[in-house]
């Protein structure tokens, strides 16, 4: 029980941990990336305005320092000196690196520097390799020569140079002042100016700038993005995890403390919500529990009652019955725990077996109840000598006396003489059961309406002659209307072609034989009535029955019994029961100082035999039978029993052989048929 | 078996059910023990089923005891069965038997 919340807790936690760590490694470098973006996009607007407006200071600048070359007197010293001084103001003025004039020859890519000023950012480097006069070669680009060319705009040129990188404003100076004539001239070659600002103090300016302003901007991003997390994992996942264990540990918690404790509602987010939610599921779902406990020991309860009601039923029942002259079995199995099918069958005293089944209108504890009583009655009139018609009239009206439900049932009652091979049966609205001998016979006679609705019905006996070998099989209509899954009822035509099966098999295995096929074609569905079968299978006729006993007066019960099942007239048993009480009853007396054993065997046939064999004292009762008309009537009272004896048998033999008295008593077995039961 | 005893004046009527044989002799035996001073002695045999020579020794014995002080005895309404016991034996003439 335990490790299974245990198992589900953990990997909770984990999936939880999870959600969380993946929404801050996405969105950490999402972020990211879009800040460094705008930080990238932003920076490059910033340097082009910056640029752009340097751009048109250096045209200024440029403009003004052609000005300013147009109107110097180029081979004046003095006035280059003067030159030089206005481009450092220049530079000054506008702010940028260097101003200068060259005088360029495109074709031997050669340019000399007429006059140069200074901003504040030239290097020393610069100002030794940048004077009037100094000459460089092969440095000569597209951007001077278009300006030499004559573009007056200014051409802007960004140049590596040796001192940094730089943005150049190239223009061309094409006049000159004659100072002579007072007026302007045109050059023959043009000069070019350059005004020119170093960018490495500006882009380091700028990068400073934004590298500061990227750093504080992600760790801003960060902050955030970890204080989203932080709120995340305190407002979210910690109320989600909370609950989350409450869920998992409920039923260990529940077995624990009996109860669940509720969870904290406060706030009025959506966690709120549920954890109020939370809470009405554990009261409902505890009262459920509850409810389900509760009506489980109740059932725990009822299945108990339901077991023993189950058990006095089957208490109730005949166990199956096997003698020398017949085999009689019984199957039940109702739908529910208790059933309302019965059936009962017991040997009478004058040998003759009582058979009834029977099948009360519904099933489960209501039927049950009627089957108990109903099974009770027939019980009681077994014995008293009705013939199954009467016994069906007393039942009806007994039990539509006592009837206040309105339940019927229906039955077959039949008694079997074994002497006569005779069946007598009455039917009251059941299904006709069969008779299997050379072919199966259905009893289709006496058949009247169930009993227990109308008192003062009538039914009547019918007769059926039976044979040893044959065998009658009663059942109720669980078996002919058993369904299959396909709900398809068994019928009464697969019931006959499996008991036409059993005829040339052992009759005694009927019941299972129906049995097995019944299983395999209801197989998947539900029973939906109880199953009752009752199968009475003659035996053919044992030809001897032997008994050992032992020398005591007491023991000739036992021989009485057994010569009163054998399928013989009552005349017949009651002669063969007096010969064999005298012979008995002369050996306890006088064959054994101490009991000894005695063994009797009864042979049938045309002619029964009783054989009588004892380790006694060697005498031959045969010798010196009195004739009866010497006895002395009047003063003498022994001795009769040796008499009876032989008087009634038909023949007898006497021997001594291994040490035994063997005496034999033979009868005809003449079946008189005016004897005193016509009951039928 | 069961035995009834009826008596009425100097009559007693002694009414027996079931089988006379070795097991139930004993007991024939005791519970007829007493005539009770009765000077007829009626043996109803109407529910006697069967009868061996045990019951016949008793019954004998019941018929001498009955006639032995001038008293008068007899059986009456013997079964078939239980008559022919009577008769192999010849007892039937000597006891005082009526149909019924």
Not at chain 1, 301 to 307: K, S
Not at chain 1, 601 to 608: A, K, P, Q, S, Y
Not at chain 2, 9 to 21: A, Q, S
Request: charged content about 25%.
């Amino acid at each position: 029980m335990n490790p299974k919340p245990d198992k589900g807790k953990k990997t909770k936690v984990k999936k939880t941990r999870s959600i969380f760590l993946k929404i801050a490694l996405i969105m950490t470098p999402i972020v990211l990336v879009l800040v460094l973006s705008v930080l990238f996009i932003s920076y490059n607007i910033t340097h082009e305005n910056t640029i752009k407006s340097y751009k048109n200071q250096l045209r200024i600048a440029a403009s003004n320092a052609v000005q300013y070359a147009e109107s110097a007197d180029m081979d004046n010293l003095g006035v280059l000196q003067q030159l030089n001084d206005d481009y450092n103001a220049l530079c000054k003025l506008y702010d940028i690196s260097y101003v200068y004039v060259l005088d360029i020859d495109p074709d031997e890519n050669i340019e000399t520097y007429i006059a140069i000023g200074f901003g504040s950012d030239a290097t020393q480097a610069a100002k030794e390799n940048r004077f009037t006069g100094f000459t460089v070669e092969g440095f000569v680009n597209d951007k001077e020569i278009e300006a030499f060319n004559g573009n007056k705009d200014g051409v802007f040129s960004y140049e590596k140079t040796e001192f940094g990188d730089s943005l150049i404003c190239y223009m061309p100076c094409q006049r000159f002042y004659d100072f002579n004539n007072k007026e302007y001239r045109k050059l023959d070659k043009p000069l070019v100016v350059g005004a020119e600002l170093s960018l490495n103090a500006i882009t380091k300016g700028f990068q400073h700038t934004f590298r500061w302003i990227a750093i504080l901007t992600i760790a801003l991003t960060l902050v955030i993005v970890g204080t989203f997390v932080l709120l995340l994992y305190f407002r979210v996942s910690k109320p989600v995890r909370k609950i989350s264990s409450k869920m998992s540990s409920f039923v260990t918690d529940r077995e624990a403390h009996h109860s669940v404790e509720k969870l904290e509602v406060k706030g009025n987010d959506e966690f709120t919500l549920m954890a109020s939610s939370f809470n009405v599921m554990v009261d409902e779902i505890d009262s459920y529990i509850n409810d389900i406990d509760s009506l489980n020991r109740e059932k725990h309860t009822q299945e108990a009652e339901m077991n023993i009601a189950r058990s006095i039923q089957t208490g109730l029942l005949q166990p199956d019955l096997d003698t020398d002259a017949y085999h009689i079995s019984a199957y039940m199995l109702p739908a529910k725990e208790v059933g309302g099918d019965l059936y009962d069958y017991r040997l009478l005293d004058d040998g003759r077996i009582f058979i009834a089944i029977a099948d009360v209108s519904g099933k489960g504890i209501s039927a049950s109840l009627f089957m108990a009583h109903a099974i009770t009655l027939l019980h009681q009139y077994a014995v008293m000598d009705y013939s199954p018609a009467h016994i069906l009239e007393t039942f009806n009206n007994t039990i539509s006396a006592q009837n206040p439900g309105g339940m019927f049932i229906t039955a077959f009652i039949a008694l079997y003489d074994p002497m006569k091979h005779e069946l007598v049966y009455s039917n009251a609205g059941h299904n006709f059961p069969y008779i299997l001998s050379d072919r199966v016979i259905p009893l289709e006679d006496a058949h009247g309406v169930a009993a227990g609705l109308f008192s003062g019905e009538t039914y009547e006996n019918a007769v059926v002659k039976m044979k040893t070998g044959d065998a009658l099989f009663l059942y109720t209509d669980g078996v002919n209307e058993a369904k299959n899954a396909a709900n398809e009822f068994y019928g009464d035509e697969r019931l006959e072609k499996m008991l036409s099966l059993c005829i040339a098999s052992d009759k005694t295995d009927t019941i299972n034989t129906v049995l097995g096929d019944l299983k395999e074609f209801s197989e998947g569905a539900e029973q939906n009535d109880d199953i009752t079968m009752l199968c009475l299978s003659l035996k053919e006729p044992p030809s001897q029955i032997t008994l050992k006993l032992t020398s005591e007066v007491a023991q000739f019960k036992k021989i009485k019994k057994t010569i009163y099942r054998l399928p013989i007239s009552e005349d017949m048993k009651k002669t063969l029961i007096l010969g064999a009480e005298e012979v008995f009853v002369n050996i306890c007396s006088y064959a054994y100082d101490t009991p000894g054993e005695v063994e009797i065997t009864i042979t049938l046939g045309d002619t029964i035999g009783l054989i009588f064999a004892d380790k006694g004292k060697p005498f031959d009762p045969t010798v010196d039978v009195q004739d009866i008309d010497e006895y002395d009537h009047e003063n003498r009272i022994g001795g009769l029993g040796r008499f009876l004896i032989f008087s009634i048998a038909d023949e007898y033999t006497y021997a001594y052989r291994d040490n035994k008295n063997i005496l034999s008593l033979y009868f005809n077995n003449e079946v008189k048929q005016n004897d005193d039961h016509k009951r039928a | 078996m069961t035995i009834t005893k009826e008596l009425n004046g100097n009559t007693l009527t002694i009414f027996v059910e079931g089988w006379l044989d070795t097991l139930t002799a004993p007991q024939f035996r005791q519970e007829v023990q007493d005539l009770q001073g009765a000077e007829k002695v009626i043996l109803d045999f109407e529910g006697v089923d069967y009868i061996s020579s045990a019951g016949l020794r008793e019954t004998v014995a019941l018929y001498r005891e009955a006639v032995k002080d001038g008293g008068s005895f007899e059986l009456r309404r013997v079964n078939g069965k239980v008559m022919d016991v009577f008769t192999l034996t010849g007892f039937d003439k000597k006891l005082n038997i009526s149909a019924d």
